[in-house]
């Protein structure tokens, strides 16, 4: 059977992304390593060849989403990877947040074997994943941005064409690198506040209306009991996970090192959020690094 789709990795978002194109009416076949994400994903409409070679040779388009750059590479560069399966003509769309620099390489070899190539990485979590909402920044040719538009904006709201390859991976790292870092700050500010006997909501909502103000403050308060919907509320679950943002953070140092670039307050963030891990912090929502610096009592 040949599928307008072959969707690669299952996971919190490939499964929700993917079911968004079943529902748009595409002929999507998932595959992961996870019989179980599968499953769900047949049960919920979509369909799966015998083997990923056969789902990628049938497919007009591939989308991967998956943990990191070495899955990526190893997907599509293995001997019986994506690159060798497709079919001339098969656009190539990877999801996944991985280096910049592995972005290029996978895309070049891509473009040596005539295929056209984008990288496609994500804002907007899994609530945007399953509510179709996702934030697309997207690095590629004008060409490869265009044809890939169409099936990305069954999967999300914004889709940005930031520049070429890489350049979708360099603008998310650097977007979550600045969030991570914020997060550190915001928290530090409300416990200083809350040292010196102030509520951190009056404190919260006048730091929101004066120069100090940023997205932590308005939408995603660390401190428990602050924002109703903030994870802070809800014993920092859901979210984005604080080993998804270390991740993120090694990306950013990984790439500054590459590229002789400074980035002293990333590489503290990171080690600040690879304590909080180490500590069993590494499945709670990023945010938790608010509890970190707790006074001690
Ligand atoms: P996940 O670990 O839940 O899913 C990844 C899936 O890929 C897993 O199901 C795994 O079994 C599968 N997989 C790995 N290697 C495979 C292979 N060779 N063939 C087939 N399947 C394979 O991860 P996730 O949370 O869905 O995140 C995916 C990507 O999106 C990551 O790069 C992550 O950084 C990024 N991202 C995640 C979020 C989030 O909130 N979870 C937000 C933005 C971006």
């Given amino acids: 059977?040949?599928?307008e789709i072959a969707f690669i990795g299952l996971g919190h978002m490939g499964l929700p992304m993917a079911?968004?194109?079943v529902h748009a009416g595409l002929t999507v076949s998932g595959h992961d390593l996870v019989a179980t994400s599968v499953e769900k994903f047949v049960a919920g409409g979509g369909s799966t060849h015998a083997d990923l070679a056969a789902a990628v040779g049938a497919a007009k388009i591939v989308i991967t989403m998956l943990p990191a750059s070495r899955h990526v590479e190893s997907a599509y560069l293995g001997a019986n990877g994506i690159l060798a399966q497709a079919k001339p003509g098969t656009l190539l769309i990877d999801c996944s947040t991985i280096s910049p620099d592995s972005a290029r390489k996978v895309a070049a070899a891509a473009r040596d074997k005539g295929f056209t190539m984008v990288d496609a990485p994500v804002s907007g979590g899994t609530a945007g994943a399953a509510a179709g909402t996702l934030t697309f920044i997207v690095g590629g040719s004008d060409a490869g941005f265009a044809a890939a538009k169409p099936y990305l904006e069954k999967m999300g709201k914004a889709i940005f064409h930031a520049g070429d390859n890489g350049s979708g991976q360099t603008v998310k790292v650097c977007n979550n690198m600045l969030l991570g870092i914020m997060m550190v700050g915001t928290?530090?500010?409300i416990r200083l506040g809350m040292a010196n006997g102030m509520n951190p909501k009056v404190l919260s909502e006048i730091m929101s209306k004066s120069?100090?103000?940023n997205?932590?403050?308005e939408v995603y308060n660390p401190c428990p009991g602050v924002?109703?919907?903030a994870p802070a509320s809800h014993d920092y679950s859901g979210g984005f996970g604080v080993d998804l943002m270390l991740k993120d953070l090694g990306l950013a140092e990984e790439n500054a090192l590459s590229t002789g670039c400074s980035v002293p307050l990333g590489s503290l963030a990171r080690n600040l959020y690879d304590i909080h891990s180490k500590s069993g912090a590494g499945g709670l929502?990023?945010?938790?690094?608010f509890s970190m610096l707790a006074k001690a009592e």
């Fill in 1 to 3: 059977m040949n599928s």
């Fill in 19 to 21: 079911l968004n194109l």
């Fill in 187 to 189: 928290s530090e500010a």
């Fill in 211 to 213: 120069s100090g103000r």
């Fill in 215 to 217: 997205w932590v403050l």
């Fill in 227 to 229: 924002m109703d919907t």
């Fill in 285 to 289: 929502d990023f945010s938790s690094i």
